[in-house]
């Protein structure tokens, strides 16, 4: 990257991009931000790409910029192209011969791309959407103020994807609650706090004799008799307009309200209030006496569907979007406080599926760090031969197939955080070169001679015994002890099975956005059967257990079947216990022979588990699993 003698000013750099997206939305917010992100990073090609389709295997450009204008229609395959990497939630930087490293990349060879930058965009179930990108005809080496403006710019189109998202869901919504409203025999209105009706749906207009047309903007007083006005005016003069969740009123019988042409009839009704951006309003349903149990059915299926879009639109309560209000719970969020706002080193512990990323994520998000990179590196997933370039990155040369300068994740950190997932599987050089950047905030590059300086909060995250791999002599025990400054272990969802009951509802309505339809709860039978599993998965597997059964029922309340999750529930304490190691062997082994050993694709056993299948391969050789011979 061609950079001027004194690096740009990061303030001026912001100043730029707010200059030059704001006032934007959507497919203009797109192509604005990649002109300027090309403009201030001075490179020829800069782009923003989504997944298209069901599988993970293909993107589509929302808008390419290159030297001669905008591109129309950029869709590719990402086997064989830098991107694919990246797609997996990894940040990559290929500063020079980027098409040595990539032959097989057809358009990379065609444009001459000598430099390739780019990093993953995340939902907010930190989910990949797509890869912010950047190339140039010319070798690309990055400064701080680069990569912190780069990030910047993925965080603005992060926002943007998610406020679509979020946009598209609330249209669906709205889409399906206009149906209910259209579809029921009862008549729904709803009225602001001045009386003034805001919504009539098709059913009042049958009943009253009035148009939407008619109604809507028009005050609720001249459909109601005076006994009917009264009851009204002192409920609300009894609501507290600083609460939102005041009892409704029901009335069974004794009212009667008016239709259009002035005609008297007997009605039933409830009126619930609820809030808007802060306002009050109160909907009403008015039915046939012998319809009472029929409309109370919808009236519930209103409050469901208006509390979802209210949740859509202020954000998630939880802790840091983690779900749990247990005693155990309550003491982790507690501990997490304390130490994010320190430096010191926090180890995370806990088995498989317990959402140990989440927790990191946490620390640094509530930390001083919050506005600075963090970055991941999962241990466990990289081949031994390959950790120590990761962390430390290589000079050109130190190795066969290095054949550029690569900056390790150690540097891509500096001044934010480094979470480091599986610590308990790193090589014992691996160990070395830690063990001194925690005590120097240094280090080489592999084959390099020079001295890097950094300035890195470490996470570190392992489902494993570290204290008995010391004794055993595979852990440094200099390491352990810079490492475990501040444990915290977080508990098995078997030790805090209160906490189900709040995941199942969360893990519902996001499978039920994934299936497009709406899932309410599961049976009462199935709940037991879910508080009296053992997990050994833990939240991970409870969540492919709930997207399973939505997808497999046709009901908005699931039914947990045996063939979903085993029948083996809690037993009291005997004095005989497997070791983690051995849970985690059963199951895998249990859902392999369940997939038939099929570890690719939608059913096979990495999906079920909730791990990529690279980190399976890598867990079945750690435990010694292997398929028998027919």
Not at 138 to 143: D, N, R, S
Not at 556 to 572: A, F, G, N, R, Y
Request: with cysteine; proline share 3%.
């Amino acid at each position: 990257m061609a950079r001027p003698s004194e690096v740009k000013n990061v303030d001026k750099l912001l100043n730029e991009i707010v200059g030059g997206t704001a006032g934007v939305i959507g497919e203009a917010f797109f192509r604005s931000l990649v002109q300027q992100l090309a403009k201030t990073l001075d490179v020829g090609y800069a782009f923003v790409a989504v997944f298209v389709g069901e599988g993970k295997n293909r993107v589509r450009a929302l808008s390419f910029w290159s030297p001669t204008g905008f591109l129309e229609r950029v869709e590719y395959d990402i086997a064989g192209t830098p991107c694919e990497q990246v797609l997996q939630g990894e940040m990559r930087l290929y500063s020079e011969k980027v098409v040595e490293l990539f032959p097989q990349d057809q358009a990379l060879v065609n444009m001459r791309v000598v430099s390739y930058l780019a990093m993953p965009l995340f939902d907010s179930q930190q989910q990949v959407m797509g890869h912010l990108a950047v190339l140039d005809h010319k070798p690309l080496y990055t400064e701080q103020a680069d990569m912190s403006v780069f990030q910047i710019f993925g965080s603005r189109v992060c926002a943007e994807l998610e406020r679509q998202k979020i946009e598209d869901a609330l249209r669906s919504s709205e889409a399906r609650l206009s149906t209910i409203l259209d579809s029921t025999r009862d008549a729904i209105i709803v009225i602001d706090h001045q009386w003034v009706m805001k919504l009539f749906n098709k059913a009042a207009e049958r009943t009253f004799g009035y148009s939407t047309k008619q109604a809507l903007g028009h005050s609720l007083d001249a459909l109601l008799s005076h006994p009917f006005r009264t009851l009204i005016e002192d409920y609300l003069d009894g609501q507290d307009g600083t609460q939102l969740d005041q009892a409704a009123l029901w009335a069974t019988d004794g009212l009667t309200a008016l239709r259009q042409d002035g005609t008297e009839f007997p009605v039933e009704m409830t009126v619930s209030p609820f809030a808007i951006q802060g306002e009050r309003h109160y909907a009403f349903v008015l039915r046939d006496i012998n319809e009472r149990m029929q409309a109370e059915e919808e009236l519930h299926a209103l409050r469901r569907q208006t509390d979802y879009l209210l949740e859509e639109l202020k954000g998630g309560q939880h802790f840091e979007n983690i779900i749990g209000q247990s005693a155990k719970m309550s003491k982790m969020f507690a501990n997490i406080d304390r130490v994010a706002h320190t430096d010191t080193t926090a180890l995370l512990i806990g088995e498989t599926g317990v959402g140990k990323e989440l927790f990191a994520r946490a620390i640094h998000h509530r930390s001083a760090r919050k506005d600075k990179v963090l970055v991941k590196v999962n241990c466990a997933v990289l081949p031994a031969e390959l950790i120590e370039s990761e962390l430390f990155g290589h000079q050109k040369g130190a190795f066969t197939g290095a054949i550029g300068h690569r900056v390790g994740r150690f540097e891509l950190a500096n001044g934010g955080t480094l979470f480091l997932d599986e610590v308990g599987e790193l090589t014992p050089q691996a160990q070395v070169k830690l063990l001194r950047v925690l005590q120097e905030q240094e280090f080489e590059r592999v084959g390099g001679t020079d001295t890097i300086k950094v300035d890195v909060r470490l996470i570190a995250a392992t489902n494993r015994d570290l204290g008995k791999m010391v004794e055993e002599g595979t852990f440094r025990a200099d390491l352990f002890y810079r490492l475990n400054v501040f444990p915290l272990r977080i508990p098995p969802l078997r030790e805090r099975t209160e906490d189900i009951p709040e995941l199942i509802r969360h893990f519902l309505t996001m499978s039920s956005r994934k299936v497009g339809r709406t899932v309410t709860s599961v049976s009462p039978s199935s709940l037991d059967r879910l508080m009296h599993y053992h997990w050994p998965g833990n939240v991970r597997e409870l969540q492919n257990v709930i997207e399973r059964a939505t997808i497999m029922s046709d009901d908005p309340i699931v039914e947990i079947v045996d063939t979903l999750v085993s029948q083996h529930p809690i037993q009291p304490s005997q004095g005989t216990f497997m070791n983690l190691v051995d849970v985690e062997r059963e199951h895998i082994t249990k859902v392999l022979k369940d997939t038939s050993w099929a570890i690719e694709g939608k059913t096979g056993a990495a999906a079920i588990l909730g791990l990529a299948p690279s980190t399976l391969r890598s867990r079945m050789v750690k435990f010694g699993i292997t398929r028998p011979k027919s």
